[in-house]
């Protein structure tokens, strides 16, 4: 039986043609947006857009005055604090509250996070029960605090590593458990043990995991803050908002919120900062 040496095509109209490829962005674009100055004008614009919109709606009596004030009449309110040496008080305590906290729950969260992600014995001892503490409310806190250690900067700062601990532990917690074990056990056939292995191989492995932690605490740091100044303080970015509330002050309110958001931004700048040296040293 005779075997056919050439395999019949189906008919077709034309020359057979490959769908193109979707083209990839052009190099040319991600360059324009990667530009310092373009990234600045183009995140700058949503705020101005924001602003425009206030002044506008103010102006024109769209909403009354007594509700939300012109941006005048809040930077008048910031101008008036200024002056009479307020404002930068309120400030720098506030940053003072929330980089100890930062820092004492950032470096905690970090420990326990090793134990619990690098041992079975710590995950099954510790996990269940932190993880019903995460769920504990803020707020919740705050009376027990003060009963423990009353109404000064130790209740605050506590509250705040507090909210720190949490994002840190729970991403890095995580991230040491999924490392490759096969990265593990090629550094095990090497000779690496305990510490060594630890900073040469795991911890490189969850380092872009660690500053996600950071960045996440940074801004739980601030919200928690923001939680104990309304109740158990005299000065502070959360008293003076606390205080305009009882007074009607919306334009110090006002100012007291743009404050938070600017700070809060202006720490996640500096933190970016870190975390370009950290991934260019470890990752």
Excluded at 33 to 39: I, K, S, T
Excluded at 172 to 179: D, E, K, M, P, Q
Aim: glycine fraction near 8%; charge should be positive; aromatic fraction near 6%.
């Amino acid at each position: 039986m005779s075997i056919p040496t050439e395999i019949p095509l189906p008919s077709s109209t034309g020359p057979a043609t490959a769908e193109p490829a979707p083209s990839a962005p052009s190099s040319e674009a991600r360059s324009l947006w990667d530009r310092p100055g373009v990234r600045l004008t183009a995140g700058a614009a949503l705020p101005l857009i924001v602003l425009t919109a206030w002044q506008l709606v103010t102006a024109t009596g769209i909403v009354p005055v007594y509700r939300l004030p012109a941006p005048l009449t809040v930077l008048q309110a910031g101008t008036d604090l200024v002056s009479r040496g307020e404002l930068g008080l309120h400030i720098a305590i506030s940053v003072q509250r929330v980089l100890l906290g930062f820092a004492i729950g950032s470096v905690i969260g970090l420990a326990v996070a090793a134990v619990v992600g690098l041992s079975r014995a710590g995950d099954a001892l510790l996990s269940p029960t932190l993880a019903a503490l995460r769920a504990v409310p803020s707020l919740a806190w705050v009376p027990l605090l003060i009963l423990w250690l009353q109404i000064g900067e130790e209740s605050k700062v506590t509250l705040i590593a507090i909210g720190a601990f949490f994002p840190v532990f729970t991403t890095v917690a995580a991230a040491l458990r999924h490392i490759d074990p096969h990265l593990v056990e090629a550094g095990r056939c090497f000779g690496l043990r305990g510490w060594s292995l630890f900073r040469t191989v795991q911890l490189p492995a969850v380092v872009p995991s660690v500053v996600s932690g950071l960045r996440l605490a940074l801004a739980q740091a601030w919200l928690f803050l923001v939680a104990a100044e309304l109740i158990a303080s005299s000065m502070g970015l959360g008293f003076l908002l606390n205080d305009s509330q009882q007074n009607g002050r919306v334009d110090r309110i006002l100012l007291t919120i743009v404050l938070l958001a600017l700070l809060g931004s202006l720490t996640n700048a500096l933190l970016g900062l870190v975390e370009k040296k950290l991934l260019r040293k470890w990752a």
